[in-house]
């Protein structure tokens, strides 16, 4: 009887375990059936390259370049604010931070990674787009606003995984380096910060994925204009502002062009593990 | 690092002036934090200031019409939604866990896959899980957008979060525990459900309860499962219901326009229930640390 129970429950656990092959599988197979006839029906230059999105048009053309521009742009500007903070934060946190002062810090950035992307959206609409408005003129709702707000949330990524990866480097680095005569900041920047590059670099790679996934925050502020990006101070549109903005009311080809736009993000995202899983096999 | 090389602070600067760069980056570092940590506190600030004043007895009456803008519709449906998206995730996520960890051979071809899979999934963006629901749930399955619908996109989304804290906390319990239930003639079951898993409990809590912090937090992923109907599912068939979360509830606002004040009041309420669950997750793992 009890031998029964213990194999019945043994496969139990298993099933729930191929859950998430199970769901991972039903995704990829739903998003590529339902995105893949668009992409043919449109022409897969047509759709990838194409720069213009006018879906109400007779005839309708579907072209993503803009977005995936916006997307790209975005996520760049996001990283050139977020990573360079994000690292010398980390670097405060694991080298120069006061063990009462972290007490307050650890949590303090843990915070920052818990708000809700919608909060930080709103944030963003009262106070980054007033403010760019008034020092640099325009619209506000720009590639700049989206850029400093993504930038803003990819912080608390870049900051733990960062900080995580100086700390797994052995003291003994940083005390050899010290006792050549370097000086606390050059030990940590020129010995200890190279040996944990490829785990910072993990944290870069996690960010950016962040930033490029990023849907409700970016909506609010970077004016999603479907046309090429034009500058910095004018407004984008990204994939993911693309598809939550047309498909409550889209239809046929449209929809399904919403789709296969979620399939090309789909795809940056795999290609972003991808590279996080190759970088996790060096340090590991 | 204080106790190898304790300088005093005149010893530091005559450091300094020797060595320019040191000084930078030691300026840059501190400067990086110090923004880190201000954009938090303005953040926090400016809206707790914005949003206190405006949070009035009209937000919280229980029906929802363009006059009060009541958030405790949604505020009851994210209960809702939680509740039904652990029910579903909890089990699963726990469960797999414990096959990783406690029956799964070392070295295994389909753990591995296992492991992959679970990483796949919680890097997919809350957008791509929408998209999946509005396909999957919502029109293969027929649903429409409803409750259920959105807990289930919900649930597998937080699944790769509950299943990593619960192996590690699973992995946390020393084998001499498993070890001492065996030699009392326990047996594997047994083992697992008696020693293993109460020894285990508290990361697992923790890591339930960063899942509903998660699901409190989400918009992208439930604005086209779940729908926007900013009323209470009522009925028996009321898994089929079409509902609004706060978080929905919030974007509904702010992108209508109308409703700043209101807006700024659901952003406090919101941000106060999200800082609630990490303290709590926080607690609990910081006990768990302790035993």
Not at chain 1, 210 to 236: C, D, H, S, W
Request: a positive charge.
């Amino acid at each position: 009887m009890s031998k029964y129970k213990e194999s019945i429950m043994k496969t139990i656990f298993f099933v729930a375990a191929c859950t998430s092959i199970l769901a991972v599988a039903l995704i990829c197979l739903f998003l590529f059936i339902n995105g893949i006839p668009a992409m043919t029906k449109i022409g897969i230059f047509d759709f990838l390259m194409g720069t213009t999105w006018k879906p109400n048009n007779t005839p309708p053309s579907f072209g993503i370049l803009p977005m995936i521009l916006g997307s790209i742009y975005v996520t760049a500007g996001a990283a050139v604010i977020g990573v360079p903070i994000g690292i010398l934060t980390a670097v405060f946190m694991a080298h120069y931070c006061p063990p009462k002062l972290y007490r307050i810090l650890k949590p303090a950035i843990n915070l920052l990674a818990g708000i809700p992307s919608i909060v930080y959206g709103f944030f963003g609409l009262v106070v980054i787009v007033p403010f760019i408005r008034d020092t640099f003129g325009g619209a506000g709702s720009s590639m700049l606003a989206a850029s400093i707000l993504l930038g803003i949330m990819i912080l608390p990524t870049i900051v733990g995984i960062s900080e995580s990866a100086i700390r797994a480097i052995p003291q003994s680095y940083y005390e050899g380096a010290l006792a050549l005569g370097a000086s606390h900041e050059r030990s940590t920047f020129f010995v200890v910060l190279p040996a944990a590059k490829s785990g910072i670099m993990a944290a870069i790679v996690l960010g950016i994925g962040r930033a490029i996934g990023e849907t409700m925050a970016v909506i609010m502020v970077a004016g999603n204009q479907a046309r090429m990006p034009a500058g910095l101070l004018k407004g984008v549109r990204t994939l993911t502002a693309n598809i939550i903005i047309e498909m409550g009311y889209a239809a046929e080809l449209h929809r399904e062009a919403l789709i296969a736009t979620g399939v090309v993000l789909f795809v940056f995202i795999l290609i972003i593990n991808l590279l996080l899983s190759l970088l996790k096999r060096r340090t590991g | 690092m204080e106790s190898i090389n304790k300088r005093s602070y005149m010893q530091k600067l005559k450091a300094y002036k020797r060595n320019p760069i040191s000084l930078v980056l030691s300026l840059l570092v501190m400067l990086s934090t110090i923004l880190t940590i201000g954009i938090l506190l303005f953040l926090i600030g400016y809206i707790m200031i914005k949003g206190i004043p405006n949070i009035k007895p009209e937000l919280f009456q229980w029906e929802y019409n363009t006059l009060n803008v009541s958030l405790m519709p949604a505020l009851i449906n994210t209960v809702i939604m939680t509740l039904i998206s652990l029910l579903i995730a909890a089990p699963i996520g726990v469960f797999s866990a414990i096959y990783l960890v406690e029956y799964a051979k070392k070295g295994n071809k389909l753990v591995s896959i296992i492991r992959i899979t679970a990483e796949t999934l919680s890097g997919i963006p809350s957008i791509v899980y929408g998209l999946f629901g509005l396909l999957f749930f919502v029109t293969a399955l027929g649903w429409g957008m409803s409750l259920l619908a959105g807990a289930f996109t919900l649930s597998i989304m937080i699944l790769p979060l509950i299943m990593r804290t619960t192996e590690e906390a699973l992995k946390a319990v020393p084998n001499s525990y498993r070890e001492g239930s065996y030699g009392l003639g326990a047996g594997k079951l047994r083992t697992v459900f008696k020693i293993v898993l109460p020894s285990a409990m508290p990361g697992i809590l923790a890591g339930v309860i960063l899942g509903i912090g998660r699901i409190v937090g989400e918009s992208a992923a439930l604005i086209y499962t779940a729908g926007t109907v900013a009323e209470i599912p009522k009925g028996s068939d009321f898994l089929f219901d079409s509902t609004r979360t706060l978080s929905v509830h919030m974007y509904a606002l702010t992108s209508e326009g109308l409703y700043v004040d209101q807006s700024y009041a659901t952003a406090v309420i919101l941000f106060i229930i999200v800082v609630l669950i990490n303290c709590l997750a926080g607690f609990i793992s910081k006990k768990l640390s302790k035993v």
